[in-house]
């Protein structure tokens, strides 16, 4: 539940594509059910009278109907999710960065992600109003991600590097001194190892920090620990994002 927590609080499209995922992996186990390690393990420890096969042959049919209801259901809330007509929290960021680029038309970024199908969704938004856009994920090879760090430096236009926690550790960005916490970890030393990343020797502007957070979400009373985990020399703002409305039934 907590995972699901997470992705909601990313992105529609974050969870939309895992919900989808498990989906078909559940559809593909209703149609050919098996039992798994430590049912067979639960199984084996019956008593010797009972009718194995029989017994065996009931319970997958008992997985195959439960397997294929769960998919039927995240089904139904893929659709609902195709049904949003927008995302409001990538909404905002795409309208704070275009008054970011009136400002400053060669504003560099970096923004923190958890997850790949956010940050998939965030490269197609943001470059479709121009801004140079650069990923920096875990499963980049060394050379990539280099490239990645280096374009991201050198770029002359308004650029924005799109980072899951693979940027928060081992990499200097004091070229830069915008970061974006589009979502938030549940650790605040997460957010300082952010944070280091561009507040750093050699860093020449106030380092200025932007939370995204929702309030219908638990995570909320973090933001409370993250201010108190704050040094005084870094400016942080916080940005609320209305919640995700999905269309009306008629």
Known sequence: MVIFQKLM???????RVS???RR???ERSSAAPS????????????EEGLVQDEFVSALLGKIAVADAEEATELKRLVEMLDAVPTDSKA??????LQQLEQHDPSAKVLLFTEFRETQEYLRHRLE???????????????????????????SAKPSILLSTEAGGEGRN???????????LPWNPMRIEQRIGRVDRIGQTDTVQVFNFWSRELLRNGFLTSLSDASTSSRKRSEVSIPSWETPSET
Request: glycine share 2%; charged share 25%; proline share 1%.
């Open 9 to 15: 609080a990313s992105s529609i499209q974050a969870l």
């Open 19 to 21: 919900l989808d995922k």
């Open 24 to 26: 078909e992996r559940l």
């Open 35 to 46: 039992l798994t390690k430590r049912t067979k393990a639960a199984i084996a420890d019956f």
């Open 91 to 96: 909404d905002t960021l795409v309208s704070q």
């Open 128 to 154: 479709a109003i121009g801004w140079d856009v650069r990923l920096f994920h875990g499963q980049m090879k060394p050379a990539a991600k280099d490239a990645a760090v280096e374009s991201f430096r050198i």
């Open 173 to 183: 960005f004091q070229f830069c001194h915008l970061l974006v916490n589009y979502d």
